[in-house]
């Protein structure tokens, strides 16, 4: 895709050199990681790559997607039933009574209506702002988040965790911004955020173990998601048992199995995600033991299946354009979570250069492929996008 765009060059970090221990030192110690000329020498192999920086024009750029796909009702399923054809029409008022009916998916109009929140956040004179203003208070409005209520109270397991995660981040993205539309979306949307917070707690407290798949239900994924709400709102019961829930799940983790990635339709990567979940809720030190069993060097051969290219242009059946978009998918989440994973290393240690480094030619490669699976990966992509760009150093 090409779009007005400022880039900067992905800083290149290396560790001082120290004296050099002892071979008792070592064999107590375990392994030792890659001296500093080893780190330069791996990182001339990798592609030259800068990151794209988000500017006001390449918002408007972005938001091009959710804003011609959030009035655009889901599709009607296209399985057909053995004995028994539903007849399917819309909900009547559907667009009084219905917050994320657009965007080809629930959960794709919950983070297609964050995107153009961010977006008229950051840039609130931007050309498209009048537009969007108008889009999400249509969307936002009290009888749309009473019909959205009305639904989950006996909607089951319909979009746990993953739909509920992107209304809690979109409610911490409209808390922490003092607009007075933004005030008055945010009371509007407070019934169906408790509801969501509570039926996410009882989730999270009776989950026995994580799920580690690279899609929509990953729980590292979606309790990153719900940080940035929980970070903002004061929800101290969701809090707990996200936390509790991480502990539970990762701090006795390692070895992470790079083998297993990518599946054939992610678009999370289970160890990158669990890596920047765990930077969130551990102290630094803890981070950094925990981190050091969990992930193998970058430069190992263990860790190259998270190195290897996204490629797109490899899936060319087009009943695959699913996974086609979900590959684009990947290339952005696997660019955030490395950004991610290096704050999180001190200053100086040379696996953040190459964790930035690998971030920045992911992110190229998904904004290269931006629409090439069309309207089944724009509508999901400008979000995915945006996680990126919010993650640039």
Same mark, same amino acid.
């Given at each position: ?7 900067v ?12 221990p ?32 988000i ?74 702002a009048s ?40 409610? $911490? ?23 969501f ?16 798949? $690279? ?25 707990a ?37 765990? $930077?969130?809720?551990l ?23 998270l ?28 660019a ?19 964790l ?38």
């Open positions: 895709m090409t779009a007005p765009a400022r880039v060059v992905a800083a290149l970090v290396v560790l001082a050199a120290g004296t050099a002892s071979a008792q030192q070592k064999q107590a110690s375990g392994p030792q990681p890659a001296s500093p000329a080893a780190f330069e020498a791996f990182l001339k192999t990798l592609p030259r790559a800068e990151h794209v920086v500017d006001e024009p390449l918002a408007v750029t972005l938001t091009a997607m959710p804003l011609s796909c959030l009035d655009h009702p889901q599709a009607r399923p296209a399985t057909r039933g053995y004995l028994w054809e539903a007849s399917y029409r819309p909900v009547d008022d559907f667009a009084k009574t219905r917050i994320f009916y657009g965007c080809f998916d629930w959960h794709s109009a919950a983070n297609s209506a964050w995107s153009l929140v961010k977006a008229l956040k950051m840039y609130p004179s931007m050309p498209t537009l969007i203003r108008t889009k999400l208070d249509r969307h936002l409005g009290k009888s749309n988040v009473a019909g959205e209520v009305d639904f989950f109270k006996t909607s089951g397991p319909f979009e746990v965790p993953y739909g509920l995660a992107w209304t809690l981040k979109l409610q $911490g993205e409209l808390l922490s911004w003092n607009d007075p539309d933004a005030k008055k979306w945010s009371e509007n949307l407070q019934p169906l955020v408790k509801l917070s509570d039926r996410l707690t009882a989730y999270f407290k009776g989950l026995d173990k994580p799920v580690r798949t $690279g899609l929509h239900p990953n729980s590292a994924l979606c309790m990153n998601l719900l940080f940035d709400y929980l970070d903002i709102a004061k929800d101290e019961a969701l809090k048992a996200v936390l509790d829930a991480g502990k539970r799940f990762y701090t006795k983790d390692t070895k992470c199995d790079t083998a297993a990635e990518p599946g054939p339709t992610d678009f999370v990567s289970p160890c990158l995600s669990e890596a920047a979940f765990m $930077g969130r809720i102290p630094h030190d803890a981070f950094m033991a925990w981190f050091d069993t969990f992930m193998p060097p970058v430069q190992s051969q263990e860790f190259a299946p190195r290897t290219s996204i490629d797109p242009s490899l899936i060319t059946n087009p009943s695959r354009l699913a996974a086609k978009s979900h590959m684009i998918g990947l290339a952005f989440m696997r955030e979570e490395m950004n991610r994973v290096a704050a999180w290393l001190p200053p100086g240690d040379p696996r953040a250069a190459t930035t480094r690998l971030s920045a030619v992911n992110a190229r490669q998904g904004m290269d492929a931006m629409h090439v699976a069309g309207y089944v990966g724009s509508h999901f992509l400008g979000a995915f996008s945006f996680l990126y760009l919010l993650s640039v150093p």
